[in-house]
T-cell receptor, first 108, second 115 residues
Framework: GQQVMQIPQYQHVQEGEDFTTYCNSS?????IQWYKQRPGGHPVFLIQ?????EVKKQKRLTFQFGEAKKNSSLHITATQTTDVGTYFC????????FGSGTKLNVKP | SAVISQKPSRDICQRGTSLTIQCQVD?????MFWYRQQPGQSLTLIAT?????????ESGFVIDKFPISRPNLTFSTLTVSNMSPEDSSIYLC????????????FGPGTRLTVL
């Protein structure tokens, strides 16, 4: 069954608005990765979180790993049209389980 | 990073036939994986391709349906056997330096349509 749940499924925002996607696992993960897939493209690695409570930033993107290592979030500040795509989390528990993805659409 | 190519990029096949997808990496890698992605859906791991031994399949996937070869550290093939329309999907190979703690690099994918 589904090991990693991700919400929301879709998000439509106006350019400049913020965006957040959340991942949740029923079991403790050893680490979690985040990927971005542009329309028609393949997943591209963004970041990996390993430590409990870890927070990492990449320019306008902020990634968090929960204290219990069961949940994670990706927050984008002031979205741009180049942020369009589907964002997947992938939690590691014996293998990587990909979340269902959040499809982000940014209106200019 | 690793550069990965897949052949074919897309194909349209008839029910009951088989298709072999190739994955070539520009450097030797430890781990190679095969995923399936239905359009607009998430990625599901089919198997881990092991060099010199049988692939490790995930629940719901069997060797008779998805035979995999990995003759060396830079190349793998996935065959989709006795295809049905339900096999229509995007098939992606990925590579990583280790199982758990390294990023995966994905190939461009093979878009398969079964009529």
């Amino acid at each position: 069954g589904q090991q990693v749940m991700q919400i929301p499924q879709y998000q439509h925002v106006q350019e400049g608005e913020d965006f957040t996607t959340y991942c949740n696992s029923s079991t403790t993960l050893s680490n979690i990765q985040w990927y971005k897939q542009r329309p028609g493209g393949h997943p591209v690695f963004l970041i990996q979180l390993v430590k409990s409570g870890e927070v990492k930033k990449q320019k306008r993107l902020t990634f968090q790993f929960g204290e219990a290592k069961k949940n994670s979030s990706l927050h984008i500040t002031a979205t741009q049209t180049t942020d369009v795509g589907t964002y997947f989390c992938a939690g590691h528990l014996m293998q990587f389980y990909f979340g269902s993805g959040t499809k982000l659409n940014v209106k200019p | 990073s690793a550069v990965i190519s897949q052949k074919p990029s897309r194909d349209i096949c008839q029910r009951g036939t088989s298709l072999t997808i190739q994955c070539q990496v520009d450097s030797q890698v430890t781990m190679m994986f095969w995923y399936r992605q239905q359009p607009g859906q998430s990625l599901t791991l089919i198997a881990t391709a092991n060099q010199g031994s049988e692939a490790t399949y995930e629940s719901g996937f069997v060797i008779d349906k998805f035979p995999i070869s990995r003759p060396n550290l830079t190349f793998s093939t996935l065959t989709v056997s006795n295809m049905s329309p339900e096999d229509s999907s995007i098939y992606l190979c990925s590579v990583a330096a280790s199982l758990a703690y390294n990023e995966q690099f994905f190939g461009p994918g093979t878009r398969l349509t079964v009529l």
